[in-house]
T-cell receptor, first 117, second 116 residues
Framework: DAGVIQSPRHEVTEMGQEVTLRCKPISGHNSLFWYRQTMMRGLELLIY????????DSGMPEDRFSAKMPNASFSTLKIQPSEPRDSAVYFC???????????????FGEGSRLTVL | GENVEQHPSTLSVQEGDSAVIKCTYSDSASNYFPWYKQELGKRPQLIIDIRSNVGEKKDQRIAVTLNKTAKHFSLHITETQPEDSAVYFC???????????????FGKGTKLSVKP
């Protein structure tokens, strides 16, 4: 397996533009996570899905952020409109939960580095 | 919710010395504590983890200890090498509810520098 695949790897955009980040989890994994990483705040969980259903989106900073997982092999994180403070590296990660009490290893993608000017 | 504190934020050691990174967590229900290593410009990767039914776990030069009573856990790296230089993140996870996957709350990270 190629691992978790994210695109784009780098995105530079202007304030007010819409940004869409994409993620393909590892085949067979049933949980998907979106994290944001900055120097100041470290790794922050934005949202996670289990079996394509959003479970906890309390980390999504504002209504400008939205995430979808239309099927088991694809997820998007959208920011509209983008602001300079959204500049960060956004990681997607997936894991396999074999039962309801087992937290599995997270496999991270390479990340999408977003710069909003 | 869960809160994970990590110390120190930076750590510099000489090659061959040991390095210790400590984390505390707030929710006594947390039962899974992984450590991730992130090299510069790369993705975080799991290096070791421990569950709440175990007090210590070792994997070659890396060990993790857990004190459930005090709600803290530590990463120990012995005989450090330059390639150990990276940012290390601890995390805690609360058991999932309703059959869904629990989520990991990460500490802020420790930048470890190993000087040759």
């Amino acid at each position: 397996d190629a691992g978790v695949i994210q695109s784009p790897r780098h995105e530079v955009t202007e304030m007010g533009q819409e940004v869409t980040l994409r993620c393909k989890p590892i085949s067979g994994h049933n949980s998907l996570f979106w994290y944001r990483q900055t120097m100041m705040r470290g790794l922050e969980l934005l949202i996670y899905f289990n079996n394509n259903v959003p479970i906890d989106d309390s980390g999504m900073p504002e209504d400008r952020f939205s995430a979808k997982m239309p099927n088991a092999s694809f997820s998007t994180l959208k920011i509209q409109p983008s602001e300079p403070r959204d500049s960060a590296v956004y990681f997607c990660a997936s894991s396999l939960s074999r039962d309801s009490t087992n937290t599995g290893e997270l496999f991270f993608g390479e990340g999408s580095r977003l710069t909003v000017l | 919710g869960e809160n994970v504190e990590q110390h120190p934020s930076t750590l510099s050691v000489q090659e061959g010395d040991s390095a210790v990174i400590k984390c505390t967590y707030s929710d006594s229900a947390s039962n899974y504590f992984p450590w991730y290593k992130q090299e510069l410009g790369k993705r975080p990767q799991l290096i070791i983890d421990i569950r709440s039914n175990v007090g210590e776990k070792k994997d070659q030069r890396i060990a993790v200890t857990l004190n459930k009573t005090a709600k803290h856990f530590s990463l120990h790296i012995t005989e450090t090498q330059p390639e150990d230089s990276a940012v290390y993140f601890c995390a805690g996870a609360i058991p999932p509810y309703g059959g869904s996957q629990g989520n990991l709350i990460f500490g802020k990270g420790t930048k470890l520098s190993v000087k040759p």
